[in-house]
């Protein structure tokens, strides 16, 4: 999941960013409101974390102008003010969520989690599905027929693109920009070494291989036709 950060304070902005990756996410930085709707508007990305005190344009100008130019990714506004005027205005413009800053990582990072998993049809999906397996997005954790599979945080950033996706072939650079900060031409099997990690954590030691290799094209996470012979 790709999250754009707007903030002119570089502390923040960096602390934000930092405890971002480690989380699992691939993060842009931008620290005025021209070049954060720049980014927003050529970029990706799943969410943006918006302060509204910007130099150039402030937060709610860079809302109102993703929002005319059609962008309806969910926003999540900073703000060192907590007003009540403040909030209705924000929330009119069309903003997901509030923090009111000085906030704790965490909660951050609950808020981010929960405006994610609402996603753009506001309905709040908290798990995925495919077969026997299970992504429960509130606790962070992976179940395959009942059994706890273990992953790093970007092994769960890789399953969850792909079962949001799922029945969908996802080029490797489409992988390569979602789960890491990187373009496919970088000379790096990353994608393939952590591909066959995942696999033998979610694959390995069940009759039905869920996650599949579409040969010069991608992967695919689905159910297999019967009688295919998958997972090479
Ligand atoms: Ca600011």
């Known amino acids: 999941m790709n999250i754009l950060i707007v903030e002119d304070e570089p502390k923040t902005g960096e602390y934000l960013r930092q405890g971002l990756r480690e989380a699992g996410f691939v993060v842009d930085l931008a620290t005025s409101g021209p070049d954060g709707l720049h980014l927003a508007l050529e970029g990706q990305h799943d969410l943006v974390i918006l302060d509204i005190m910007l130099p150039g344009m402030n937060g709610w100008q860079v809302l109102q102008n993703l929002r005319n130019q059609g962008r309806q990714m969910p926003v999540l506004f900073l703000t060192a003010r907590d007003q009540v005027e403040d909030r209705v205005k924000g929330l009119e413009l ?7 800053k000085p906030f704790s990582f965490a909660e951050l990072l609950a808020r981010v989690r929960v405006v994610l998993r609402r996603g753009k049809t506001g309905q709040e999906v908290t798990s995925l599905h495919l077969a026997d397996l299970e992504l429960d997005l509130l606790r962070r954790r992976v179940t395959r027929a009942g059994r ?19 029945g969908e072939v996802l080029p490797r650079s489409l992988i390569a920009s979602q789960v890491w900060d990187m373009n496919f031409d970088s000379d790096t099997n990353v994608i393939e070494v952590a591909m066959r990690r995942l696999r033998a954590k979610v694959d390995e030691g069940f009759d039905v291989r869920l996650i599949q290799t579409v040969r010069g094209m991608g992967y695919v996470m689905e159910m297999p036709e019967s009688g295919a012979c998958s997972g090479a």
Not at 94 to 100: P, Q, R, T
């Open 94 to 100: 069309g903003a997901d969520d509030y923090l009111v």
């Open 148 to 166: 706890r599979i273990d992953l790093t945080a970007k092994e769960f950033g890789l399953l969850e693109l792909l079962m949001r996706r799922q």
